[in-house]
């Protein structure tokens, strides 16, 4: 008789860090989240805590386009902190009402359809809110390493079901801390695996701010200024996906695999099928960071004038001056950050951090 482990769990954050392990097909392993950057949060806060770098009562402080907020008002939430979030204008309405009942403080940033000026505007607010509160500390989500921390745990459940010692991770990069610490930690003890990030055009973060995607840029996976946890020597090959792509490989998810996700796992899903038939030796797993909701309008409903994925394939590249609409690959072979993605703190900020350390 087979023993079923059950889980009974303390809190809402033990449940939401364990992801869904589904194998759509053999080789293609979907590592689902309900909000995946739980998990970095979550072990950031509990390291912060047992260093004493922050007190019951602290207030943490960061910037976040969507998840990441959840993730860190749920982490304050379980250990009796304060959270305070700059929030970019796309987080939404229902985001916004959670966050309001677990008592975070809320600074909205002006409605902007610009990223870079959107971001920059966030950062700058840290900055002042930091200067007038000596008490909060900056989480610094883009630029400490401690994100990477939660995911050994998400490591060592993906190693225990591999069927194959060749393995690819895939997903978006966005502040490096979750496909680039995966790949870290795989790496201690898999002895083949190959990291693939995706970007959404218009991000600087490989190159990509020159093409802007005339729809919307994917939020979450890519970047308008440089981020310092982005290790971008860790990473084998870059897809570039627009928008209308990633929109085709959700809606492709959902009808195939009954699996309702956000756009960036639609554009790894993409990107998995396609290095799949380049790679059939080898065993691929993509991310699915959250859950589908808040694209609800903007992709799901629109399903009927999707292009099938069958009919998408990516322009393969060698330089990012060939990036091209409405997708592009490229090797990119463990290559140095570009010259614009380089990590370079102002003063402001290097004081700052220095000070809480």
Request: charged share 20%.
């Amino acid at each position: 008789m087979t023993t079923r482990r059950h889980y009974v769990d303390s809190h809402i954050t033990d449940a939401l860090s364990r992801p869904a392990l589904i194998r759509l097909e053999d080789g293609l392993l979907c590592v689902r989240f309900e909000s995946m950057k739980v998990v970095s949060a979550l072990a950031a806060v509990r390291r912060l805590l047992a260093s004493g770098t922050v007190e019951v009562g602290d207030t943490l402080v960061d910037s976040s386009s969507g998840i990441y907020a959840y993730a860190l008002a749920l982490a304050c939430h379980r250990y009796g902190l304060k959270c305070r979030i700059v929030a970019s204008t796309a987080v939404d309405r229902t985001l916004l009402t959670q966050l309001e009942i677990l008592g975070v403080e809320v600074d909205r940033m002006p409605s902007t359809t610009s990223l870079r000026l959107d971001q920059d505007r966030r950062i700058s607010r840290v900055h002042r809110i930091l200067r007038d509160n000596h008490r909060h500390h900056w989480m610094r989500q883009y630029h400490d390493d401690i994100h990477y921390e939660g995911y050994r745990a998400v490591a060592e459940a993906l190693r225990k079901r591999m069927a194959s010692d060749r393995l690819t991770i895939l997903g978006g990069v966005g502040t490096g801390a979750s496909t680039g610490a995966l790949g870290h930690h795989l790496r201690q003890v898999v002895r083949d695996v190959a990291l693939v990030g995706i970007q959404p055009f218009g991000s600087v973060t490989f190159g990509g701010e020159h093409v802007d995607d005339p729809d919307v840029i994917i939020a979450g996976i890519g970047s308008s200024i440089p981020f310092a946890n982005v290790v971008h020597a860790a990473y084998d090959t870059v897809h570039w996906v627009g928008f209308d792509a990633a929109r085709s490989g959700s809606v492709e998810l959902l009808r195939r695999s009954a699996i309702f996700a956000g756009l960036s796992t639609g554009a790894a899903y993409l990107a998995a099928r396609w290095e799949r038939g380049l790679h059939p030796d080898r065993e691929f797993a993509f991310l699915a960071p959250d859950t589908g909701h808040r694209y609800v309008n903007a992709v799901y409903a629109r399903h009927r004038t999707t292009t099938p994925v069958e009919q998408l394939e990516p322009h393969l590249i060698d330089h990012q001056s060939q990036l091209a609409l409405p997708w592009s690959r490229m090797s990119w072979d463990g290559a140095p950050a570009p010259v614009n993605a380089v990590y370079r703190p102002s003063a402001v900020e290097d004081v700052l951090h220095t000070s809480r350390d």
